[in-house]
């Protein structure tokens, strides 16, 4: 999504007073009154509307956000091993990730119960086992559909920590 229509469609929701959008990949933070499941459902829809897009998001406040960064047990500027997160909607979503992580013998942390930290060789994050499974956005083999997830690396929630800041 281009930035500048997606914070334009995300200012446009009922309740959010300002939006900014965090590198050119759908990241944005907001600020407003509501509370999160509220404004995934409202963003979703404003998505569908204003982008002809049917777009899973994942909502998350600056506190967990804050509490994510925090606890990260991956180093966000290590020069060998980059470090991601991935988020799913559901408290349940992430269930198959961690179990695929330990089948694969996957690096992984359990940060809450929609967020999944995991780390991956420099280069390597688009042909390592869970790297490419993550990539597809389904389990390996997967004939049915998977909880909505979506995975960032683990730089851009400072980045998204940042953007918030200067929201005030």
């Known amino acids: 999504m281009r930035s500048a229509p997606l914070r ?9 007073e300002q939006a900014a959008t965090v590198l050119a990949s759908g990241n944005a933070v907001v600020r407003t009154g509501l509370d999160p499941e509220p404004l995934r459902v409202a963003a979703e829809a404003a998505v ?27 180093a966000l500027d290590d020069e060998r091993t980059h470090a991601y997160v991935t988020f799913a909607q559901t408290e349940g979503g992430l269930d198959p990730w ?35 499974a993550q990539g597809r956005g389904r389990l390996p083999g997967s004939t049915g559909e998977t909880a909505p997830i979506t995975t960032r690396n683990a730089r851009t929630l400072a980045r998204l920590q940042a953007a918030a800041d200067k929201l005030g």
């Open 98 to 132: 961690v179990r695929l992580a330990v089948e694969l013998d996957q690096e992984h942390t359990r940060l809450s119960p929609t967020a999944l930290a995991w780390t991956c060789p420099v280069g390597r994050s688009l042909d390592t086992p869970f790297a490419r």
């Open 8 to 16: 334009a469609c995300l200012e446009s929701i009922e309740g959010v």
């Open 48 to 74: 569908e509307r204003d982008l002809g897009a049917h777009v899973p998001l994942v909502v998350q406040t600056l506190a967990q956000v804050d509490d994510l960064v925090a606890t990260l047990p991956y």
